[in-house]
């Protein structure tokens, strides 16, 4: 039997197993065309019906009938096998099917060689011997050439005739018989050798066809998953092979890339369906020969009727043919547009950005004659953080797309609009014939943009400071206007906002000290330039010192001493204060040390240590490194770090309070002063600003007014300090009211070095308004 699943033999090949469906084929091929069979069999009965006839013999009869009723047998199943519509995928029915055929073979042959050994043991007759021995050797040839699929069975049948054959050679008596016989082997040899040849060659094609079969499928299922559509064409630029993506690419009738199609009728059918018009097809034949020509792989481009893009390619081959590649570019090269569109545009507003805004004003620039001129106008929406913090981003957006819309009204065809970011929006006006003409559009945008917006259901209301460069007076590349144009902008906002400024050029030379002085702050701050500077604090009851306010000043190399008014805001926007404020408190505990353990000292905090330092940290530090008791440190704090955070404000001020130390509310009644501070944070002092001292000498009012927050203050437990008391009269109505416990002014004494006030401590009382 064939052995399914089993190793054979290849020559010079170790053994391998045999696939399914390579058995499967095999055991077909025994069962194929059975008309061979049945002339064979025909002619067997035939020649076995003679030798009964002529010789008489019985068990020739017996013979010739079993032949008759075997061939009938396999026929059936032969008739059986082949009305089957296919084989059977699983081995163990293909395995029976053999073993019928296998069985009915060697019930044939050894009737055939027993039919030829009574011809030879029964009868004398030449003829009949003759006849006997013909047939039953055509019939060995015969398994040589038919049942070469199965290596048992050919080996079997040769044993089945062949052995009996010789037996009747031999047992003849006559010597020419016996050396028939010893001829004989060789030629069963053969055959045996030609069935193995056979078989060999029809499962070299079988593996072949097998492996072809799959190697066909493994490139059709690569060609139809391909997402380009593929097309093949000969010499004669006929189709040779398409995949199923090319219809759905073109959109066409899969009938119209079929293999023989020629390529005219492709294109027809792509202008029919609306995909190429004839100039595509222009175009295409050119861009065709000429990638061809020059083997240029490069793709190209068609815009298809339907609005799509497609790419094409093309590829010569040897044999005078091409192959041509179909995608559909589409989302890809709208994609990359909108990437394009992306670094050039903003996206929320539409209007170009800073880089796109850049280039178009270098260009316009590079290209405006000598007498030409334009201008810049940097435009900064007021008010809007506010919005933007209160009402959330949503609104904020929405907001900056209505300023946009309004922007595009106002300017003209000529002019060009960018956003920069933020709330910052940049106008390249073009042509300009006078300055007048950036003042008049100027005055129409913040006259326009401070009209009020509707969004979300709130009325919104903004304003618009403008800053704006000339060129070629003020620059004539892109990022020198727009620095230009910023500066002044920043100078707009300082005069008040809502209106705008031309630049000048004092005000570079401005950014340019206010670049040298944070470049110098740094260098005080890491070099320890700065001083403090100490004004006391007089308790009204024992008229002696009770406290000294330090007060941070600036003694600069080239300019002198600095005031505080000046470098103190440029160190909050840089963010420096919150170092600065920490130097001053290990400076200021530092130097307390030396004073008496009944002064204190009092140092300002920041609203900017509050958002972006540890204020706790920072003072529990500086009172571990100086040794200073907590209870002998007051900080001072104004009323705009009140209303920033009030919960993580007060959280703060009650761990600063936990450690000990006292809290004062400085500058009290000035910015956005409430009596409900009092009550909501943990503070031990109240410091009454100045301006309520100024004029209570001559009017009712004041005294009144500082009288009823005094007492206030002292009821709420809290020690009241007057400040800026500049006169012996204010003292003497001051020290009237009872509920107001400390004072600190010029009539005491000015702010005074450390040195100074460490002698001014060793003993102090109150004589005819000055510090003894």
Known sequence: MLRPMRMRRVPSQPKQELPSEVYISLVGSLFTDPRNLLVGAIGTFIAALITAVKSGEPLLWVCTIALVLTACMRATDMHIFGRQDRLSNDPKVIRKWELRYVIGSCIYVALLGTWCLIAFVKSSDPEIQLLSFSVTLANMIGVAGRNFGSNLLVTAQLVGMGLPLLLALLMSGRPYYAIYACILPPFFWSFKKISDRLRQIFLDAVVATREVGLLAARLDTALNNMSHGLCMFDAERRIVIANARLPEVLRIDPEAVRPGTRVQRLLRESVRAGI????????????????????????????SGDSRTLALTFRSMDNGGSVVLVDDVTEQKNAEARIEYLARYDALTGLPNRSFFRDEINRIIKHMSREGSCAILFVDLDEFKQINDTLGHSTGDTLLRKVAERLRGIVRTTDIIARLGGDEFVILQLPLNS??????????IVGELSRPYEVDGNELVIGASIGIALSPKDGTQADVLLKSADMALYRAKSDGRSGWRFFEPEMDARVKARRKLELDLRSALANDAFELYYQPIIDLKTEKICACEALLRWPHPERGMISPAEFIPVAEEMGLIVEIGSYVLRKACMEAMAWPNDVCVAVNLSPIQFRRGNVVRAVWQALTSSGLAASRLQVEITESVLIQDTETTCATLARLRDLGVTISLDDFGTGYSSLSYLNTFPFNKLKIDRSFVLDIETSERSRTLLSGVARLSAELGLTVVVEGVETDDQLRLIRKDLHINEAQGFLFCKPMPGRQIRDRLCGTSIRAGKVA
Do not use: G, M, Y
Not at 276 to 300: G, Q, T, Y
């Open 435 to 444: 300055p007048d003409d950036a003042s008049n559009l100027a005055r129409r």
């Open 276 to 303: 190429f018009s004839i100039a595509d097809l222009s175009r295409i034949s050119v861009d065709v020969k000429r990638c061809l020509s020059k083997n240029i792989h490069a793709p190209v481009f068609v815009q």
